[in-house]
């Protein structure tokens, strides 16, 4: 027992961001298992990081309506920029959200309150290890029943065929915005607890490359199932920390597994759970968004 | 009359598509849509089933104008299609493709699906899996749509057109690529259908299967209905021979 409380002393920081990040990678996965890259969501978490971490701060809100307040703002943000984004596809798509995860980190930098480049200090750090992982659980229990239901189903149909999809009576758009602002919403949610998981929170902690970071987790962890962008999140969050003796060689490992599960798993990680069906949509030629 | 055209038009640019075509198709009907390639059979469907836009006239269904419907409100009243260039979902298995199609007839379960330990979807896959057997795909019920043969996919598209239970079924050259015994086996489906009271509008470039599965035939050249009436009437008129049949099959 001494021993599991000294590992998670030691490592609480690396295990409770191994948490945060699966809850954004999933937030992405949301988008993608529909078909749409966007990568908007380290702009949702930064919004609500700031706006739940202001709340307990200046206004003295008790931690879960700080967190909450902080989630919903993020997602009502995700809704008008939604309905103007969806206009676009693919890679205009992707370029349009980060177009607003730049607006994000800029507008963050010019409001006094947000502490601007410094970053916003003492947070309340009311934030446990087990709030991280009861939030992770839901969010992953949610997003893999909604994959089977007939929501999932709409949204898996409109990644593989929007047209066809349309002709079968789903209306593409709306299911399109629900997984963004159910996405935002998750991303959010994550934010606020990463906010008052440490004591201060910088601009740059949301900004471009950590856009791209929660993309990679899910991709390389694989959009076919939940448990991908979870496994995503768990490799690069930990590796870090596993490789620190090799600090220097660090970055190389990782672009070098980046690299290798793009050649090798298109699919993802996730993939290795399920061979059978990777093998049989290679030679379909079926490969989807991942 | 459960669908009908008035002066329906669509223009591409400088070009007339459709010019100003006027249908009138009954409830239970299998009605046959023919024409040299470009002649507008296509661009007539797709404005019928709301992918495009329509730039003149009017289309009414079951009594009501749906010009400016979109496809998903279309097939909420009822309208499903199939695709020339063949449209399904590929990466998805058989069943899923036929269960997809239900969408419109299955409740939504998003909040039931959250409950542990149910099968929300149970009835459905019940009903989607009785509709492969009828279609002759029951056995591949678990292949990936985009491994089966070219036929079969022909087939599955309709099943997934039919699991909506629509009141009007267009069928974009469902015979293509598939072999005469295939094609046999679509006529007979296709009667089974109308009799059923599902209403068929039926593009195909095999005329043998048109004229034998259909009960008024429609005849489209350059945009333009040229001629209209029952298979042996439009085998009979000039103008067809001329336009058409003379230059194919004649």
């Not at chain 1, 999809?165 to 996405?183: K, W």
């Not at chain 1, 979870?230 to 490799?235: N, S």
């Not at chain 2, 024409?35 to 495009?52: M, R, Y």
């Not at chain 2, 036929?98 to 939504?108: A, E, K, M, Q």
Request: aromatic share 8%; glycine share 10%.
């Amino acid at each position: 027992m001494d021993d599991v409380r000294q590992f998670l002393d030691a490592y609480q920081t690396t295990i409770g961001f191994i948490g945060l990040n699966a809850m954004l990678a999933l937030s992405v996965w949301l988008t993608l298992y529909t078909g749409q890259l966007t990568l908007g969501n380290a702009a949702f978490a930064g919004i609500a990081a700031y706006s739940s971490a202001l709340l307990t701060i200046k206004a003295g809100f008790p931690f879960p309506l700080a967190l909450l307040s902080g989630a919903l703002l993020a997602t009502i943000v995700s809704l008008p920029l939604g309905a103007t984004v969806f206009r676009l596809r693919g890679v205009y798509l992707a370029i349009a959200t980060l177009a607003f995860g730049e607006v994000v980190r800029v507008a963050i930098l010019a409001i006094p309150i947000t502490g601007r480049g410094q970053g916003l200090v003492g947070i309340p750090p009311l934030t446990e290890l087990w709030h991280i992982f009861a939030s992770l659980f839901v969010v992953a229990y949610v997003c893999a029943r909604l994959r089977i239901s007939s929501v999932g189903r709409a949204w898996a149909a409109i990644r593989e065929d929007e047209i066809a999809a349309a002709s079968q009576g789903i209306p593409v758009r709306r299911y399109q915005l629900a997984a963004f602002a159910l996405g935002a919403l998750i991303a959010g949610w994550a934010g606020a607890l990463a906010a008052h998981f440490n004591f201060a929170i910088q601009p740059d902690e949301f900004g471009f490359a950590r856009a791209v970071q929660i993309l990679v987790f899910a991709v390389v962890g694989g959009i076919p199932n939940v448990f991908g962008p979870i496994l995503g999140a768990l490799l690069f969050t930990a590796l870090p920390a596993v490789l620190q003796p090799l600090r220097e060689y660090r970055d190389i490992f990782q672009g070098v597994i980046l690299v290798l599960v793009i050649v090798f798993l298109p699919r993802g990680l996730a993939t290795l759970l399920e061979l059978r069906r990777t093998a049989r949509l290679r030679t379909v030629g079926a490969e989807d968004v991942a | 009359m459960l669908l009908e055209t008035a002066a329906l038009t669509k223009r591409f640019g400088g070009v007339v598509a459709l010019n100003a075509v006027d249908l009138a198709i009954a409830e239970g009907q299998v009605f046959g849509l023919i024409g040299p390639n470009g002649a507008g059979k296509t661009t007539l469907i797709n404005l019928i089933s709301g992918h495009f836009r329509a730039d003149g006239g009017a289309i009414r269904f079951a009594g009501v104008d749906v010009t400016r419907l979109r496809p998903d409100q279309l097939a909420r009243r009822g309208i499903a299609r199939t695709f020339q260039s063949i449209r399904l979902f590929k990466g998805l298995t058989v069943l899923e493709n036929v269960l997809v199609g239900r969408y419109v007839r299955s409740r939504s379960d998003a909040l039931a699906s959250l409950a542990p330990f149910r099968d929300a979807a149970a009835t459905e896959r019940e009903r989607s899996r009785l509709l492969l057997e009828r279609i002759g795909l029951a056995k591949r019920a678990d292949a990936l749509a985009g491994e089966l043969a070219y036929g079969d996919q022909r087939r599955l598209e309709i099943a997934r057109a039919l699991a909506a239970e629509p009141r009007l079924l267009i069928l974009d050259e469902p015979a293509a690529g598939m072999n005469p015994t295939e094609s046999i086996a679509l006529r007979e489906m296709l009667r089974a259908l109308a009799a059923e009271g599902i209403t068929i509008i039926l593009i195909e470039h095999d005329v043998r299967l048109v004229m034998g599965a259909s009960e008024r035939v429609a005849v489209l050249n350059f945009g333009r209905k040229i001629a209209e009436g029952t298979p042996a009437e439009i085998q009979a008129d000039p103008a067809v021979r001329e336009a058409y049949l003379g230059a194919d099959d004649a």
